[in-house]
């Protein structure tokens, strides 16, 4: 059973810089899966953010392509997302995920919420 | 980028209803559309993948149906552990493999 848990501070200044990392038990994230990150604002719906491969391939939702990276630790067995220049428009619960060989998002980790506040 | 619709956008119904939400693609996605149900404080739970695919342990009232643009994720009895909000999600192109607006599943 593949278990996913996402840590990183719950909060960050406006303008300043989230990371959160997903340690991925159960599963190598060195299989032959895309892993992902989808948020969620409060009360709103889910957003993709994109999704890496082992390999190092990333895919970027556009809209924040410009401010998105995503990395892979093949050695920690985890996958991290970081996030400049935020804004409270970027408060939002930040789930990862693994997706299967259709593009569905299988296993999930349980989500951490963010807060961008001074 | 591909968008999704989905309607209705929330819907009553009472224990043991039949429930279908239906979501629309803005261009054809063959079959590559999921369903995901998500409760209040949880993350998403897979329900249906490939638009007709039940994920394991998912039970077999939930089922998917459609291909091109027109998906329906119907509830053949609504139990009381369903009432939730669903997503649909299109995994035919990246990025970004974009999500519907939700349908939230409250009791009448």
């Known amino acids: 059973q593949v278990h996913l848990q996402e840590s990183g501070p719950g909060l960050v200044k406006p303008s300043g810089t989230l990371s959160l990392t997903c340690a991925v038990s159960?599963?190598?994230?060195?299989?032959?899966?895309?892993w992902s990150w989808v948020r969620q604002p409060p009360g709103k719906g889910l957003e993709w953010i994109g999704e890496?491969?082992?390999?190092?391939?990333?895919r970027y939702n556009p809209s924040l392509k410009s401010r998105v990276t995503m990395s892979v630790d093949k050695s920690k067995n985890l996958f991290s997302l970081n996030l400049t220049s935020v804004t409270a428009a970027d408060t939002a619960v930040y789930y990862c995920?693994?997706?299967?060989?259709?593009?569905?998002?299988?296993?999930w980790g349980q989500g951490t919420l963010v807060t961008v506040s001074s | 980028d591909i968008q999704m619709t989905q309607s209705p956008s929330s819907l009553s119904a009472s224990v043991g209803d039949r429930v279908t939400i239906t979501c629309r693609a803005s261009?054809?996605?063959?079959?590559?559309l999921n369903w995901y149900q998500q409760k209040p404080g949880k993350a998403p739970r897979l329900l249906i993948y490939?638009?007709?695919s039940l994920q394991s342990g998912v039970p077999s009232r939930f089922s998917g149906s459609g291909s091109g643009t027109d998906f329906t994720l119907t509830i053949s009895s609504l139990q009381p552990e369903d009432f939730a909000t669903y997503y649909c999600?299109?995994?035919?192109?990246?990025?970004?493999?974009?999500f519907g607006p939700g349908t939230k599943v409250d009791i009448k």
């Open positions: 995920a693994r997706q299967d060989n259709r593009g569905q998002s299988d296993y």
């Open positions: 159960g599963g190598s994230i060195s299989s032959n899966n895309w």
């Open positions: 890496i491969y082992h390999g190092g391939g990333t």
């Open positions: 261009q054809s996605i063959s079959v590559y």
């Open positions: 490939a638009a007709s």
């Open positions: 999600q299109q995994s035919y192109t990246a990025p970004p493999r974009t």
